[in-house]
């Protein structure tokens, strides 16, 4: 039996979705003083994980998502002070402090992980 491609188009939105809520979330926290830089990456998974895919692209898919959501919000909230452009901010994402970069691989494994584990595999 072939996956749809409508069930993988719905796990991706709601793994968009979940980044975007984990993107406010992290927002608000971080306005607070907290440090929540798994969120992103990890609401994006956790909601990829609610529909039901076959495709072992969709998990793949997820945590590059994930990592990138991670990526993303920790330019958006702490550019680099000596070029405050993506480009630099990418290009330097290896002198970021290792919290920030655990963190981000925690997203990005937990926005692999659930629609992994959530994949509906063929009964045989």
């Not at 993107?23 to 798994?38: I, K, M, P």
């Not at 680099?80 to 494994?109: E, M, R």
Request: proline share 6%.
């Amino acid at each position: 039996m072939k996956d749809s491609p409508s069930s993988n188009a719905l796990t991706i939105c709601c793994a968009l979705l979940g980044g975007y809520v984990g993107y406010l979330a992290f927002a608000y926290l971080a306005a607070r003083g907290f440090y929540a830089l798994v969120l992103p990456g990890g609401l994006l998974g956790l909601s990829a994980g609610i529909p039901r895919s076959r495709s072992i692209a969709v998990p793949i898919l997820c945590g590059v998502l994930a990592i990138a959501a991670g990526l993303v919000t920790e330019y958006r909230f702490a550019p680099f002070v000596a070029d405050s452009s993506l480009s630099y901010f990418l290009a330097h994402v290896g002198t970021l402090q290792p919290v920030t970069l655990v963190l981000i691989a925690l997203g990005g494994l937990i926005g692999f992980w659930v629609p992994l584990r959530r994949r509906v595999t063929s009964a045989a």
